[in-house]
């Protein structure tokens, strides 16, 4: 049963079924796929889904739920370095809505792919169960800065383009109910509710040549470094947590571990990179220069490891966070 | 409610939405969308969603479904003249499944996009309690060959790829139970779970320059009419009608109106163009050299009307077809 299965296993099983394109240029599982467009560019393409019931928690509107389907495939093209050039939306449209709901669909559609520079070009409507939301985000890039996942090396930092937790935190307020002071609240509740994409970081760290690998971090800051040390066969020591300040002051308030709201909540748009020591400073002052931080948290390693310098000792990351059919056991 | 919007009046909502990309080389609407890559070539792309309730009629395995799934997007690169490289594919999938299911639907996919010389490069997969496979389709075409919907003048000959109203026939037998020869059967009920895309046919076509517009038939032949017509803004008249024999002989066992079954059926792959008349020869023979066939089957017009050539006289072919949300009522 799927419920058994968790999304990794289903992920492995279709891949199993998959025959793999001559001369591909990016592996299976990387945040985006590419075609060589044979003359020193990429065509890159990402599709991913949005699905009403475990992607779009109460409060949000249907315009934020549109616009969320895009910056999800932005998020990804971004973490490549890749500027989206075109969206387009397929949707399974319950029977109940209502011509002002598709109006805000279609308006969160748009408004999601200009806030980047895209345009919708196309899409599908069908009847379905559930809202389904399913963009393809496509644009090009020049070969050479591509960045995959795969290519972190021992001795690379590892850093961040901003802090983590709030979406986690977010959550606990619209899905449990968890009380904060209304400007704490605010705060969280809009991370889940406007997600932001890390595309001028993404864009201009790609331009750097700095960044060996780049992945967002939809599946969590701790699912993220997983993925970055199976593609790139590196271990992480994470000497600095980069939690937010209104996720630390709400796990206090709670009795929440906040590195737990940190690592393993999901739902988050930062992107994760490592990038080459001796070219650090010229990625943080190229992001700095588009008006982003980017933030140290660690190194890479040559061990197969991941694990986090605690002021009480070393402890391990796991490799769980955020999965469909199976949360928090990947 | 959705219910009685109908799939053209949300696709006119959500147009409403949309902001125009400048130099865009294809109008909203089209069998897909195109990014042009300034050199002369243009990217392009389709994304369109199955959806098991409707898309899914009973007896269709997972491996048909996925296959169709991936059939439905390169059938409109098909009709573009544009040979698709590579398929994305976000899956939704309900619980019950196990991991056979979870296997038919990745051969599916992979199989359906080898047929055309296409791959799988990625995908996404979540939880729903439909059956959700959307499909994205990509490949590259010089922009010159690239043939739209609205390009149709009066005197063009209306031609089709193949006969129409097997699907229509196939469906009667599998949703209504209606009997059948055994021969007669299984091809009817072949054309619902095996469709097929003419590539081969769009392709070629494509390079003769004697096709002035192009679609393929997924919403059936009458519906596939309106569009060119709207598109191009000419008529038509139809002097014959391509009705599939097997659906001819079917119709007449059941007391049904087999006109009916090539015109409003749907669910079909068959492309359906127009073709400059002084161009005729060249496109016929461009298409027998790779083993397929174009059968005349009428005249543009520049009166706004689609008529049928009947022997008892002349009779509109009116603007439905299959329609999601509002079948038979477009």
Redesign the interface.
Known sequence: ???G?G?RR??E?????????PR?T?P???D????D?D?G?L?V?????L?G???VPPCMSLWQAARKAVVMNVSDLAAKGVRP??I????????????GD??Q???G??DGA?EYGA????????????L?I?C?A?G?CEKQFFVKRGGARPGDLVAVTGPFGKTAAGLKILLEGLPASSKVKENLVNAVLMPQARLQEGLILAQTRAVTASIDSSDGLAWSLHEISRASRVGFIIEKLPIAQEAEEFAEAHGLNPAELALYGGEEYELVITVKAELWKRAEEAVKKIGGRITKIGLATGEPTILFKEKRGIVPIEARGWE??KPHSK
């Open positions: 049963m799927v419920e299965l999304e289903i992920i099983i279709l891949l199993d079924q998959l025959e793999v394109m591909v990016v299976f599982g990387d985006a796929s590419a075609v467009l003359d560019r065509a393409m990402k599709t991913d889904m699905v019931k475990t992607d050039a075109a387009l939306a397929s949707l399974g449209l319950p029977r109940g809505l209502t011509e598709i109006e669909i279609g308006r559609l748009n200009r345009y919708v070009l196309g899409g599908d409507t069908n009847e379905a169960s559930d389904v399913s393809a496509f090009t469909h059919f």
